[in-house]
């Protein structure tokens, strides 16, 4: 059974206080592994896909890295809009459903 | 990027009715999936919607309280049956495939009293 550890639960930033979120999982065959942002009273939003080991993608202040067993999602000078709940989900063997992890809720203040 | 609706945003419920939850994206898709997200909690599978069959469910969720339909490639609806108050959630719709990006709709949120 795939499996998806978020950690930590819940992080405090300052504004331009740079730090990493981090997703642990353990899955059968690994097709995918997802960042979404959720709002509050809103759906997951889509960030990053990461295929493979040592892949990287960017976008603005985030930036998501894999490894064959974590992969991290790197805040660099966060503002205030950058609060959500970051999620973190795997695909893997032949299903197309995704396994996701409880989450770790972000608030950057001023 | 498939953008995903959902009708209705949020209801409320007397216990032992039903809801049905409608989920239309802008093009198709290869599957559609129904999730559950309880208050602070994050998201559980509910089933996969297959277009044309039966849907596939997971461990603890069973047809006769989640009937699900996908007569196409576009459209899917979930029903909530003889509902009570732990059934209160909010209910997600995505769309994707293997490999593909899965986009979710906005949510339906349901009250139970």
């Known amino acids: 059974e795939d499996q998806v550890t978020q950690s930590p639960e819940a992080l405090r930033l300052q504004e331009g206080e740079s730090s990493s979120l981090n997703c642990s999982y353990t899955?059968?065959?690994?097709?995918?592994l997802f960042w979404y942002r959720q709002d509050p009273g809103k759906g997951p939003e889509f960030l990053f896909t990461?295929?493979?080991a040592g892949e990287e993608k960017e976008k603005e202040r985030l930036k998501a890295t894999l490894t064959k067993k974590e992969s991290f999602l790197h805040i660099t000078a966060p503002k205030p809009e950058d609060s959500a709940t970051y999620l973190c989900a795997v695909q893997g063997g032949t299903a197309s459903k995704l396994t996701f992890g409880t989450g770790t809720r972000l608030q950057v203040t001023l | 990027s498939a953008v995903i609706s959902q009708k209705p945003s949020r209801d409320i419920c007397q216990r032992g009715t039903s809801l049905t939850i409608q989920c239309q994206v802008d093009?198709?898709?290869?599957?559609m999936f129904w999730y559950r997200q309880q208050p602070g909690q994050s998201l559980t599978l509910i089933a996969t919607a297959n277009q044309g069959s039966e849907a596939t469910y997971e461990s603890g969720f069973v047809i006769d309280k989640f009937p699900i339909s996908r007569p196409n490639l576009t459209f899917s609806t979930l029903t909530v049956s003889n509902m009570s108050p732990e059934d209160s959630s909010i209910y997600l719709c995505?769309?994707?495939?293997?490999?593909?990006?899965?986009?979710f709709g906005p949510g339906t949120r349901l009250l139970v009293l």
């Open positions: 899955v059968s065959g690994l097709r995918g």
């Open positions: 995505s769309g994707g495939g293997l490999q593909e990006t899965q986009y």
């Open positions: 990461l295929y493979s």
């Open positions: 093009s198709q898709v290869t599957m």
